[in-house]
């Protein structure tokens, strides 16, 4: 299993600013995931964070506006640019130790 | 292109009722089906899952129906309580990697 711990749990932000979220986990793990999902709606994946190499992102997103860190094994920050209220939503990282994926509590981001 | 499709949208269930959740799915890469719950303000948490290889597992009041022929499975909540009152999401993944997952399903038990 793994704990997750994100932070901030929720913040409003002002359009054009940036906001960085961050995932601790209590274990090392290989892959990180960052998901978004929308009010009533499902998870979409933002990209997959490895350690020592560039995020992949998938199709919809870019580092532009999603830059990712992954300094170790343990840790990754994705951040959120140039803000927009089209960018409110819940975001979530997300780890696979094993075959299961296990999820952090999310960060609820309001863009006023 | 939604890779797994889940039904229904909104679910409300009497105490004491089975509730009943189904999902479909096209691509025959996929081998791991776990179903997550979810609170409001809470990330979603493994539920239950299955492998192809079998047709049903069941885990309490939970259990999950697997037609590998059909391409779809279910969760079935027995004697359903207000607790269980959530949203849930299916979700298909090829060999553990990238999870895709259904729209949710919001589940009420009314007492």
């Known amino acids: 299993s793994a704990v997750i711990s994100q932070k901030p749990s929720r913040d409003i932000c002002q359009r054009g600013t940036s906001l960085t979220i961050q995932c601790q986990v209590d274990?090392?793990?290989?892959?990180m995931f960052w998901y978004r999902q929308q009010p009533g709606q499902s998870l979409t994946l933002i990209a997959t964070a490895n350690q020592g190499s560039e995020a992949t992102y998938e199709s919809g997103f870019v580092i532009d506006k999603f830059p990712i860190s992954r300094p170790n094994l343990t840790f990754s920050t994705l951040t959120v640019s140039n803000m927009s209220p089209e960018d409110s939503s819940i975001y979530l990282c997300s780890v696979l130790p094993g075959a299961e994926a296990f999820f952090g509590q999310g960060t609820r981001l309001t863009v006023v | 292109q939604q890779q797994v499709k889940q039904s229904p949208q909104s679910l409300i269930v009497q105490k004491g009722g089975i509730s009943i959740i189904n999902c479909a799915y096209e691509n025959t890469a996929f081998d791991y089906f776990p179903w997550y719950q979810q609170f409001p303000g809470k990330g979603p948490a493994l539920l239950i899952a299955i492998r192809p290889d079998v047709s049903e597992k069941k885990e309490g009041r939970f259990t999950i129906s697997f037609n590998k022929s059909a391409k779809q499975f279910s969760l079935h909540i027995m004697d359903s309580q207000p607790g269980d009152s959530a949203t849930y999401f299916c979700?298909?993944?090829?060999?553990?990697?990238?999870?895709?997952f259904g729209t949710g399903t919001s589940l009420t038990v009314i007492p």
């Open positions: 979700a298909a993944s090829p060999s553990g990697n990238q999870f895709y």
């Open positions: 274990s090392q793990v290989t892959m």
